[in-house]
C-alpha cells in the first residue's frame, strides 16, 4: 500500500538527501537485529523493529496534496504512448485515445515545488492530514498494525491527531515534505 506521509527536514538546499536522512532508520530493509517469525520461535532472521517503509518517494502518488496541482495535467510528466512507433499513433489506442502521449507513471513524475514549503506556514484541512508525520528520531503514526487482532488499531482519534499533527508543524522551524511511501 501507498502512504502519505509529511517529513519534517531542516532548511536545506538538498530536499532529496535530507529527507533520505530522516526516512532512512524506518527502511524495514534494514538488518539491524534477529526476530522470530511469528508462529515459528526456531526461525530467525534479521529485520529492522522500526521498519515501516521499503519503498518511498517525494511526491509520488500524493503530490498536490496542499494545493490544485494535479500532475496529470502537468505537461512535464507526459510520455510517448506505448502504441507509438516511430511517427505512426495506433488511433484505437486505450491508454492515450489516439494522441501518442501518456502520462507518465507517479514514479516518473516531476518534483512539485508545492509539496515542499515552511512547516510552520502549512495551513492543512481535515481531508490532507497524513497517515504518518516522520522527523529526526521519531515516526509518529495515526494508526498501527496490530499482529494479535490482525488488524489496524488506532493511535489518536481523528481530532488528536489532527491537533497533534497542526502543533508539530507550527513548531517546525524547518521544511514539510510530502513523501509517499510504500509498506
Not at 67 to 90: G, I, L, Q
Request: hydrophobic share 35%; glycine share 6%.
Amino acid at each position: 500500500m501507498h502512504y502519505y506521509t509529511i517529513a519534517l527536514i531542516p532548511e536545506t538546499t538538498d530536499v532529496p538527501l535530507e529527507v533520505a536522512r530522516v526516512m532512512a532508520p524506518y527502511n524495514e530493509a534494514l538488518e539491524l537485529e534477529p526476530c522470530r517469525e511469528e508462529g515459528e520461535p526456531d526461525k530467525i532472521y534479521w529485520c529492522n523493529p522500526e521498519g515501516r517503509w521499503d519503498w518511498y518517494q517525494i511526491g509520488g502518488r500524493w503530490t498536490g496534496k496542499w494545493d490544485d496541482y494535479d500532475p496529470e495535467e502537468d505537461p512535464a510528466n507526459a510520455k510517448p504512448c506505448f502504441c507509438r512507433t516511430s511517427e505512426v499513433v495506433t488511433a484505437t489506442c486505450k491508454i492515450c485515445d489516439g494522441t501518442g502521449t501518456r502520462t507518465a507513471w507517479p514514479i516518473e513524475w516531476q518534483l512539485h515545488s508545492g509539496d515542499i514549503c515552511k512547516a510552520a506556514s502549512l495551513r492543512l484541512s481535515v481531508d490532507q492530514m497524513p497517515r504518518a508525520l516522520v522527523m529526526s528520531g521519531a515516526w509518529h503514526t495515526y494508526e498501527v498494525w496490530d499482529s494479535e487482532a490482525e488488524n489496524h488499531r488506532m493511535v489518536y482519534t481523528d481530532n488528536e491527531w489532527t491537533a497533534f499533527v497542526k502543533e508539530r508543524l507550527a513548531q517546525w522551524d524547518g521544511l514539510a515534505v510530502v513523501v509517499d511511501y510504500h509498506s
